[in-house]
């Protein structure tokens, strides 16, 4: 299949590839399909992916994988949330995290990650859900460049 998105035009997406959010990420209950996307012209170096809505091809957002950037990031995760994502710890279920960027207008080096929400998405599934971790470690803005 293919979408029309803003950022990338005309994306062919294999729907293998599509992992769906059955609540929607919060403030966006109605987009419950999205793709990841490699950060244009990185070669797939860079560690910057793009979580780009299936059914909204003008919405996306910037993620990372947490552990890349932050390599002691383990949040301590609901298991009711692991539960629902059918996430109980066996072999293989191990999930994938990814942190939602945000990059203040003008400001490049301002950008920050919500490390106290993950993105947690169970590959063999394609089911994801973000999450409010557990505990008081990381914040909602977690800026990737030093002051």
């Known amino acids: 299949m293919q979408i029309e998105t803003t950022r990338f035009g005309l994306l ?9 959010f059955p609540e929607g990420l919060p403030g966006f209950e109605s987009h419950r399909r999205f793709t990841l996307v490699q950060h244009p012209g990185s070669d797939g170096r860079s560690p910057f992916q793009w979580l780009q809505s299936v ?3 003008a919405l996306a957002f910037l993620a990372v994988e947490p552990h890349v ?10 298991k ?8 109980n710890g066996l072999q ?6 990814y942190s939602i960027l945000t990059i ?7 950008i920050t990650a919500n490390l106290l929400a993950p993105v947690v ?12 971790a ?4 990381y914040g909602l803005r977690h800026r990737l460049v030093p002051n």
């Open 104 to 110: 203040p207008k003008g400001d490049p080096e301002g």
């Open 12 to 20: 062919p997406i294999d729907e293998n590839q599509v992992i769906t």
């Open 80 to 87: 009711a949330d692991l539960d629902s994502l059918c996430l």
């Open 121 to 132: 998405v169970n590959i063999r599934k394609r089911v994801a859900k973000q999450v409010v």
């Open 134 to 137: 557990a505990g008081e470690e």
């Open 55 to 57: 059914d909204d091809g």
């Open 69 to 78: 950037i932050f390599p002691s990031y383990a949040p301590r995760l609901p």
């Open 92 to 97: 293989g279920d191990a999930p994938k995290l």
